[in-house]
């Protein structure tokens, strides 16, 4: 069980929130601490880059296995798009690749002459 105090930057409002974890790692608060804060980073810091390069949270799809296939799709994208060791950010590699067939091409690894 973790019990957090969060408090909100905007209103200044303070809450408690508690979440359960099953581990198993032995009962030492450091390291379970650690190892939740660790999930959390990597969690957002996905959740963030869908956010910005793809408008994920603006989408509105109302059929669940459509937005699924979509999410699906983004997070192979985004795959894609660490991958190539060009200069740019992730945003302006998939604008770079929508606009140039030869670029889309090169990261999809199609031969293109």
């Known amino acids: 069980m973790v019990t957090r105090v969060v408090t909100c930057k905007a209103t200044g409002a303070v809450s408690r929130e508690v979440a359960y974890y099953i581990?198993?790692?032995?009962?030492?608060?450091?390291?379970i601490?650690?190892?939740?804060?660790?999930?959390?980073?990597?969690?957002?810091g996905l959740h963030?880059?869908?956010?910005?390069?793809?408008?994920?949270?603006?989408?509105?799809?109302?059929?669940?296995?459509?937005?699924?296939?979509?999410?699906?799709l983004n997070r192979l994208a985004l795959s894609v798009l660490r991958g190539d060791a060009s200069k740019g950010s992730l945003k302006v590699k998939?604008?770079?690749?929508?606009?140039?067939?030869?670029?889309?091409?090169?990261?999809?690894?199609i031969p293109h002459s």
């Open 23 to 31: 581990s198993s790692l032995r009962p030492n608060a450091r390291r």
């Open 33 to 44: 601490g650690g190892a939740i804060r660790g999930h959390w980073s990597i969690e957002n």
């Open 94 to 109: 998939r604008k770079r690749a929508g606009w140039n067939i030869h670029y889309l091409a090169q990261l999809l690894g």
């Open 48 to 72: 963030w880059v869908l956010d910005v390069v793809f408008r994920e949270d603006a989408r509105r799809l109302y059929d669940r296995t459509a937005a699924e296939n979509v999410a699906f």
